[in-house]
T-cell receptor, first 115, second 115 residues
Framework: NAGVTQTPKFQVLKTGQSMTLQCAQD?????MYWYRQDPGMGLRLIYY???????DKGEVPNGYNVSRLNKREFSLRLESAAPSQTSVYFC??????????????FGPGTRLLVL | GENVEQHPSTLSVQEGDSAVIKCTYS??????FPWYKQELGKRPQLIID?????GEKKDQRIAVTLNKTAKHFSLHITETQPEDSAVYFC??????????????FGQGTILTVHP
């Protein structure tokens, strides 16, 4: 049981280049999330998917697109990278707990540097 | 939407002392409050959570208290050890609708425990 996995671990891009961050979970969770983490800013939600086939914007969606490929996989795409997108990106997935709350589990993160 | 404020931003204690981190939230409908610990270069990991029908919850050296009337909750770590040094994040979540399962994070507290 690998939990939540992310690829790549580290990536350097030039301004204007595109790339896709991959995320997969093997815990049979319904919901998946993409966050970015910047110093002093905590974790900010980019997009989330409450179930297979649905996606919704979070707090900071501009410049990003997502695809919920199936129940296991949720990808984040940067169409034209900008230096402001330099950050650490975390994917998370969650299940509905017995008391009705969604407990989120995080992947190891992808460090992205845009020059 | 929900806003979560976390204080202090940095906290330095001596080994064996107690540490307290406080968070306030704005949305009175929020009912789930997890705490995450993030070690340097690692992913956030859930350490304890509390639901709005509970006032306090303990797990060994850590405890969380919730005051629904005042809309604040706190993390208490007793008998701190150097391995408790990390960044701690609080978060809040409200049930139902399009917000279901989405967490709003505080800005984080850097805890340093000196031997």
């Amino acid at each position: 049981n690998a939990g939540v996995t992310q690829t790549p671990k580290f990536q350097v891009l030039k301004t204007g280049q595109s790339m896709t961050l991959q995320c997969a979970q093997d815990m049979n969770h319904n919901s998946m999330y993409w966050y970015r983490q910047d110093p002093g800013m905590g974790l900010r939600l980019i997009y989330y998917s409450a179930s297979e086939g649905t996606t919704d914007k979070g707090e900071v969606p501009n410049g990003y697109n997502v695809s919920r490929l199936n129940k296991r996989e949720f990808s984040l795409r940067l169409e034209s990278a900008a230096p402001s997108q330099t950050s650490v990106y975390f994917c998370a997935s969650s299940y509905l707990g017995l008391a009705g709350q969604e407990t989120q589990y995080f992947g190891p993160g992808t460090r992205l540097l845009v020059l | 939407g929900e806003n979560v404020e976390q204080h202090p931003s940095t906290l330095s204690v001596q080994e064996g002392d107690s540490a307290v981190i406080k968070c306030t939230y704005s949305d009175s409908a929020s009912n789930y409050f997890p705490w995450y610990k993030q070690e340097l270069g690692k992913r956030p990991q859930l350490i304890i959570d509390i639901r709005s029908n509970v006032g306090e919850k303990k797990d060994q050296r850590i405890a969380v208290t919730l005051n629904k009337t005042a809309k604040h909750f706190s993390l208490h770590i007793t008998e701190t050890q150097p391995e408790d040094s990390a960044v701690y994040f609080c978060a809040g979540s409200r049930p139902g609708g399009t917000s279901y399962g989405k967490l709003t994070f505080g800005q984080g507290t850097i805890l340093t425990v000196h031997p």
